[in-house]
């Protein structure tokens, strides 16, 4: 191999190594410390936050909706990321290869506490209007239960569309619901239970076997 | 002004054009030097052949009405086409049978997905032959068609269409049960896998035995590691491999070939042996082919057959890739 400047590594990593794709955002800890406890040197990861490509520890960071991008194009061999984010992107083309456990979330509809605005709107006008930054799964859970929803795709802090009067309830991830209450919300269902998944590129699953089944017997013997 | 065309489709333009000529002339002369003539079939079909050869085929494609009121598809792989020229236009001609093609195939694509739903297909099918010798045959002439087009480190993934299904009904899972172990195995979710796994209540060893056999990769070994735990109950399909991987053996190319036992393709129509083609410059498979033993018949001129196609677009960027690596 020719050229090993920084900028020709980055598009085609070391072959003998696996690159991961570590999110970033509330699931950044504990996968840092799944990858200290395999033996994965993240110290500089941890000193730096500006920085997001690590080529001595064959680690890109990124948000976590980005690492199914990356690790289906091959641009990182192996990937974790919330069963959330798998689930907004099903035509990505990755494997999933274990539960890692941890970041355990509940995806919910939630609505304003106390005036059933979601049974209402249901009741009076036929279909629910649904705010969510999970348009699919949002849509999904709604077909799969019957009812007509209008999803209104928002971007930034859910909890205000239905304050606002935007929309009669939201589909959310909630780990203990104190923004949801703290918001006047309450949860009217739960829809399913996510955490942190190892994903892997195709290819790389075959091309690297090795290195990808010994990485996940480590962790499976970790009991993670 | 903008007039654009649509998603997954592409115009190309001349330097571009140059090298993938350039490639699917070195694949066709490696094709046609081994003895595999070259046909062409229409893009458009009656929709009811696409459906005979596999049903889910045609649902997917394009479909438009002729003057007559007939229904037409664009076809969305070139093996049924082909199966159906065999059986119309070869029946009563001994085999075997070496075709190749070059030619367009549309699929439906999710929007904004970036897949493509036009496509430049490059492939061959050998018609009559059963059995490992046909098969290494194929897949050492696509490793050596590849050479040709200027790839170097590329590798075939071999697997069998029907270890998993065999598996599922020697172990006596219901029938009911096994579309969705099977949906999950296609979209290699092992986490839904292994859920719906315990939820069969099976004995710890059949259990490890369906949860193992989707990770079960690598040499020739990989088959004593599943002959153990999956001997009787999947005898045909191992003793298939060996046979192929013995056979890949002689022609020098078994070490350029990855057992992956956990291997199925989303077409349904495979019998046998499956493969993909990969390169590790790029993160998807170039192509991917199989065993087809039923599928002919379905026209009314029952013959094994197996064959490969490769995806010319992909090809191109993993030999594009490999240069910048060289």
């Known amino acids: 191999m020719t050229g090993n400047g920084p900028k020709d590594s980055a598009a ?22 799944l990858l200290d406890r395999l033996g994965v040197d993240t110290a500089e990861v941890r000193s730096n936050d500006r920085k997001l490509l690590f080529e001595d520890a064959g680690i890109v960071t990124m948000r976590p909706s ?42 919910v509809v939630a609505a304003r506490s106390g005036d059933d605005a979601l049974g209402e709107a249901q009741r009076r006008l036929g279909r629910v209007r649904v705010g969510t930054k999970y348009p699919r799964i949002a849509a999904r859970h709604f077909a799969q239960t019957g009812r007509q929803a209008e999803i209104v795709a928002v971007k930034g802090s859910v909890e205000l569309a239905p304050l606002t009067g935007l929309v009669d309830g939201i589909v959310d991830l909630t780990a203990t619901g104190r923004t949801l209450s ?34 996940v017997r480590q962790i499976r013997g970790e009991g993670a | ?5 649509p998603p997954g489709t592409r115009d190309v333009l001349p330097d571009e054009m140059r090298e993938l000529r350039a490639i699917t002339t070195a694949l066709g002369g490696a094709f046609e030097g081994a003895g595999y003539g070259e046909v062409f079939t229409p893009a458009l079909e009656y929709e009811e052949v696409l459906r005979t050869g ?25 093996t049924i086409p082909i199966a159906r020229l065999v059986a119309t236009r070869f029946r009563g001609v001994e085999g075997p049978l070496r075709l190749s093609y070059a030619g367009h195939a549309y699929r439906a694509v999710a929007h904004g997905s970036g897949q493509q739903r036009e496509f430049l297909q490059n492939g061959i099918e050998l018609i009559g032959p ?80 369906l949860m193992r056999v989707p990770e079960l990769r690598g040499g020739v070994n990989v088959l004593e590691v599943a002959d153990g735990p999956l001997g009787g109950l999947a005898r045909e399909a191992l003793d298939g491999l060996r046979a192929l991987m013995q056979a890949l053996s002689e022609r020098g190319v078994a070490d350029r070939v ?48 197996c064959g490969v196609a490769l995806d010319v677009q992909r090809v191109h960027i993993a030999q594009a890739a490999e240069e910048r690596m060289r």
């Not at chain 1, 309450?186 to 829809?191: F, K, M, R, S, Y």
């Not at chain 2, 859920?195 to 059949?206: I, K, M, S, Y």
């Open chain 2, 258 to 305: 990855i057992l992956d036992l956990g291997l199925v393709l989303e077409l349904s129509y495979y019998t046998g042996a499956v493969y993909e083609v990969y390169d590790p410059a790029v993160g998807f498979a170039l192509g991917g082919g199989g065993r087809y033993d039923d599928l002919i018949g379905r026209f009314g001129d029952p013959r094994p057959a």
């Open chain 2, 130 to 209: 059963e059995g490992a010798e046909a098969e290494a045959e194929v897949i050492a002439l696509t490793l050596a068609a590849l050479d040709e087009a200027g790839l170097a480190r590329h590798r075939v993934g071999l697997g069998d269409g029907a270890l998993y299904r065999t598996l599922l009904e020697g172990l006596d899972v219901p029938e009911e049960r096994r579309g969705p172990l099977l949906d999950c195995l296609s979209q290699r979710d092992l986490v839904t896998l292994g859920r719906h796994v315990d939820e069969l209540g099976l004995q710890p060893g059949a259990r490890d035995l």
């Open chain 1, 182 to 215: 703290e918001n006047g919300l309450e949860v009217v269902e739960e829809i399913v239970t996510c955490t942190a998944r190892l994903i892997a590129n195709p290819v790389a699953h075959k091309l690297k076997a090795d290195r990808i089944d010994a990485l």
């Open chain 1, 12 to 33: 085609m990593p070391n072959p003998s190594r696996l690159t991961v794709a570590v999110p970033r955002g509330a699931l950044f800890g504990d996968t840092l410390a």
């Open chain 2, 1 to 5: 002004m903008i007039h654009p065309i």
């Open chain 1, 66 to 107: 980005d690492v199914p991008t990356y690790v289906e194009h091959g641009a990182a061999d192996i990937g974790i990321t919330g069963k959330d984010v798998l689930l907004e992107a099903p035509e990505r083309d990755v494997y999933e290869l274990l539960d890692l456990g941890y970041g355990r979330c509940e995806m």
């Open chain 2, 54 to 78: 596999d049903a889910t085929a045609a649902g997917a494609g394009y479909r438009m009405f002729d003057e007559q009121g007939q229904v037409l598809a664009l076809r969305s792989d070139m």
